[in-house]
């Protein structure tokens, strides 16, 4: 069990920059969770994929944001022209299949910064 | 719809005290409840879990928290606070579905 990794760590770019975020889940998890956290308040969940479909998402992803889990292993979470209110944590999180009892796994997190 | 409600978004106690951070919740099913701890710059880490069972669960790092349907709470404690114990709680709820609901989160601070 290596955890869930993401990178980058961190992300500073300038308003109007398109950015892409990595998650790598842990191997044996189906399900691949992607929340937004902003300071001082709990994540917020955006979407998530149960192998490679993409079964829900959250009225805070504007069609500004896209998700992508290609062949059900890593995922990306893009977001197309920033904005400020883009700046938050954004942290993924894998689970094994279709089981609701169980916790959630995190990586540690992508912090975006708009300048 | 469920819902999870942490009353006190900062707690402050010095270091050898009761640690309670408080938990409501609104379910209309059978609710699975967590706990979860977030270091600085880090991602949320597992604390304990309550899904069947023993109303009174055990976690790590000395923490326990009791399910108590009646108050509808799940309530964190730890008999004795360390220094290390400072950090953001989050307590969740698991929704049909599959999703986690998250409350807002209670810092607790550790005075020594």
């Known amino acids: 069990d290596t955890g869930v990794s993401q990178n980058p760590r961190h992300k500073i770019t300038k308003r109007g920059q398109n950015v892409t975020f990595r998650c790598d889940p842990i191997s044996e998890h189906n399900r691949l969770y992607w929340y937004r956290q902003t300071l001082g308040q709990g994540p917020e969940f955006l979407t998530y994929f149960q192998n490679e479909a993409q079964l829900e998402k959250s009225r805070l992803l504007s069609d500004r944001f896209s998700a992508e889990r290609p062949k059900g292993s890593f995922s990306t979470l893009e977001i197309q022209r920033t904005e400020q209110g883009d700046s938050a944590m954004y942290l993924c999180?894998?689970?094994?299949?279709?089981?609701?009892?169980?916790?959630?796994?995190f990586g540690d997190g992508t912090r975006l910064s708009i300048l | 719809a469920q819902s999870v409600t942490q009353l006190g978004s900062h707690v402050s106690v010095s270091e050898g005290a009761l640690v309670l951070l408080r938990c409501n919740y609104s379910s209309s099913v059978p609710p699975y409840l967590f706990w979860y701890v977030q270091y600085p710059n880090q991602g949320l880490q597992l604390l304990l879990k309550y899904t069947t069972g023993a109303t009174l669960v055990k976690g790590i790092n000395g923490f326990e928290a009791e399910f108590k349907k009646s108050e509808t709470s799940f309530h964190l404690t730890k008999p004795s606070a360390h220094m290390s114990d400072a950090a953001e709680y989050f307590c969740a709820v698991n929704v049909p579905g599959f999703k986690t609901i998250f409350g807002a989160g209670t810092r607790l601070f550790v005075k020594a």
């Open positions: 999180a894998s689970s094994p299949d279709g089981v609701s009892n169980q916790p959630q796994h």
